[in-house]
C-alpha cells in the first residue's frame, strides 16, 4: 500500500507562483511513477506532469515551461513548482503515485488563481 498527501494550494494572483508537494509513505520502493493531475469545475481531470522512477519528466503543452515537476527522494516527496499562474491553471491538483500495478491518490488541494 502507498499513501499520498498533497499540500501547498491556495489562493494567488496571475503570475504569481506556488509550489506544491506530494508526500508518499508505505510501500515507496514499488512506486515507479509520481503523477499531478488537476480537475477544474466542470472539466475533466487532466494529466499535467509525470515524473519517473529514473527521472524523467513530462508537461501538458498546456504548463510547459511554467511547470516544473521535481522530486527529493530523501523525504519521499515530488514537487510541482508552479510559475506564471493563470487564472485557466484553477482547479483541484492531485497526486497520483503508480506502483503494484494500480495507481494511489491524494485527496487534492485547490489552487485559485485570481485575475
Known amino acids: 500500500q502507498v499513501q499520498v498527501v498533497e499540500s501547498g494550494g491556495g489562493l494567488v494572483q496571475a503570475g504569481g507562483s506556488l509550489r506544491l508537494s506530494c508526500a508518499a509513505s508505505?510501500?515507496?520502493?514499488?512506486?515507479?511513477?509520481m503523477r499531478w493531475y488537476r480537475q477544474a469545475p466542470g472539466k475533466q481531470r487532466e494529466l499535467v506532469s509525470t515524473?519517473?522512477?529514473?527521472?524523467?519528466?513530462n508537461y501538458a503543452d498546456s504548463v510547459k515551461w511554467r511547470f516544473t515537476i521535481s522530486r527529493d527522494n530523501a523525504k519521499s516527496t515530488v514537487y510541482l513548482q508552479m510559475n506564471s499562474l493563470k487564472p485557466e491553471d484553477t482547479a483541484v491538483y492531485y497526486c497520483?503515485?503508480?506502483?503494484?500495478?494500480?495507481?494511489?491518490w491524494g485527496q487534492g488541494t485547490q489552487v485559485t488563481v485570481s485575475s
Open positions: 508505505g510501500s515507496i520502493d514499488s512506486i515507479q511513477t
Open positions: 497520483a503515485a503508480y506502483g503494484l500495478n494500480r495507481d494511489y
Open positions: 515524473i519517473t522512477r529514473a527521472g524523467g519528466t
